[in-house]
């Protein structure tokens, strides 16, 4: 028995480079699809949003000259490019998809709606939710929040290259220490960027808790769902 009926999982952009320094690494891709798979068998209803910095990042090119609304709106298509190709993977070993578009660009997706995205989840596909919140100045990080509160999800499932929550920076601090939990609260007054301060506000005020984990070791999404404490929970 699966630990959640409903998740929400988010996905990084930039873990989809794998090894390369840009784009779609081919096994990365493949190996999130199986992931994916091994918990919809379970029985699980599934909504994915992925980020779209493996191509382009808006806020970095407004930094370096684009207007800062196009520049979102860019980034906007590098999460449906990225929602083609993990839909295109899933697809290719025998599970259903269903591709939702924050903005209108059918017949590359369908437009987004809270009933027709749980329609869907109900009859066993796997939704991916793209292009945010088709907002500017909106990052993935809080579409995957808005996505997983109207779906009514029981969880957001954060996959990261780290393996949940620290009190400092892994990579950078040798001593920095693992939280098995955590309060939102603690999370703002510790400083902590688990995701960015709307995303986590509006995961804290509609009481929807968030799991960060390590989705770049394979099976790790499995061991979430069976309820092996191998991250962070993040609750009010």
Known sequence: MAKYKRILLKLSG?????NQNYGIDPERLADYARQIKEVSEMGVQI???IGGGNIFRGL????????????????????VINSLAL?????AIGVRTSVLT??????????????????????????IFSAGTGSPYFTTDTGSSLRGIEIEADVMLKGTRVDGIYTADPEKDPEATKFDEITYDEIYTRG???MDLTATTMCKENNLPIYVFNMDVVGNLKKVMDGEPIGTLVHN
């Open 47 to 49: 909504g994915i949003v």
């Open 192 to 194: 902590l960027k688990v």
């Open 60 to 79: 970095s090119g407004s930094q370096k000259g684009f207007d800062r609304v196009k520049g979102d709106q860019m980034g906007m298509c590098a999460t």
């Open 102 to 127: 924050a903005i209108r660009m059918e017949p590359i997706g369908e437009f987004y709606t809270k009933w027709r995205a749980i329609e869907a989840m109900e009859a066993g596909r796997v939704c």
């Open 87 to 91: 839909s295109s993977a899933l697809e």
């Open 14 to 18: 930039e873990s989809l480079m794998g």
